[in-house]
Antibody, heavy 119, light 110 residues
Framework: EVQLVESGGGLVQPGGSLRLSCAAS????????MHWVRQATGKGLEWVSA???????YYPGSVKGRFTISRENAKNSLYLQMNSLRAGDTAVYYC?????????????WGQGTMVTVSS | SSELTQDPAVSVALGQTVRITCQGD??????ASWYQQKPGQAPVLVIY???NRPSGIPDRFSGSSSGNTASLTITGAQAEDEADYYC?????????????FGGGTKLTVL
């Protein structure tokens, strides 16, 4: 079964750090672009970061310089290192797989992990 | 980056046809993908590319595009189609991976 399972969410104080993980199974992880997408409670989806098969990384302005996406193909794992966290980063964080033929088609999603930034 | 604009809410009578739209400059160059999200669940891809449905998505879902507007059409809406729908597309950076999402449309089936 093709599956993504996130972990690592939790409660962190403003200014703190957290590392999210996403375990992939059922497909050749190294052959796919991967993404992190977040959703604040009651709000829409927000793209957070992407990493290509060659290790190229991309971020929107809202997290650039604070978040770092990485992958470890030998472990079929995706990561998101989040530093200098703010209240506005509070959200459910999803990892998602990019479709082979269409870069903005996210065909597999994890169930999400909740990150709460609060004192 | 670029922006994608969606109507916040749309309603449709059971069995009727509804169109959900997504507007943005990037859609002049790139196709939109569409996602369905039900409460407490992760999003599910329903349409991508010119008009492609992933395996398991009913054929009542279809996609189209014209100019700066992409549309998701549900022909013969069912009660189980009540959900939030999001579009996304590549942003205007010129890189192939960064994307932008629309704000979402809440579909109510009456």
């Amino acid at each position: 079964e093709v599956q993504l399972v996130e972990s690592g969410g939790g409660l962190v104080q403003p200014g703190g750090s957290l590392r999210l993980s996403c375990a992939a199974s059922g497909f050749t992880f190294s052959s796919y672009d991967m993404h992190w997408v977040r959703q604040a409670t009651g709000k829409g989806l927000e793209w957070v970061s992407a990493i290509g098969t060659a290790g190229d990384t991309y971020y929107p302005g809202s997290v650039k310089g604070r978040f770092t996406i990485s992958r470890e193909n030998a472990k079929n794992s995706l990561y998101l290192q989040m530093n200098s966290l703010r209240a506005g980063d509070t959200a459910v964080y999803y990892c998602a797989r990019g479709d082979h033929g269409d870069p903005n088609a996210f065909d597999i999603w994890g169930q999400g992990t909740m990150v709460t930034v609060s004192s | 980056s670029s922006e994608l604009t969606q109507d916040p809410a749309v309603s449709v009578a059971l069995g009727q046809t509804v169109r959900i739209t997504c507007q943005g400059d990037s859609l002049r160059s790139y196709y939109a993908s569409w996602y369905q999200q039900k409460p407490g669940q992760a999003p599910v891809l329903v349409i991508y590319g010119k008009n492609n449905r992933p395996s398991g998505i009913p054929d009542r879902f279809s996609g189209s595009s014209s100019g700066n507007t992409a549309s998701l059409t549900i022909t013969g809406a069912q009660a189980e189609d009540e959900a939030d729908y999001y579009c996304n597309s590549r942003d205007s950076s010129g890189n192939h991976l960064p994307v932008v999402f629309g704000g979402g449309t809440k579909l109510t089936v009456l």
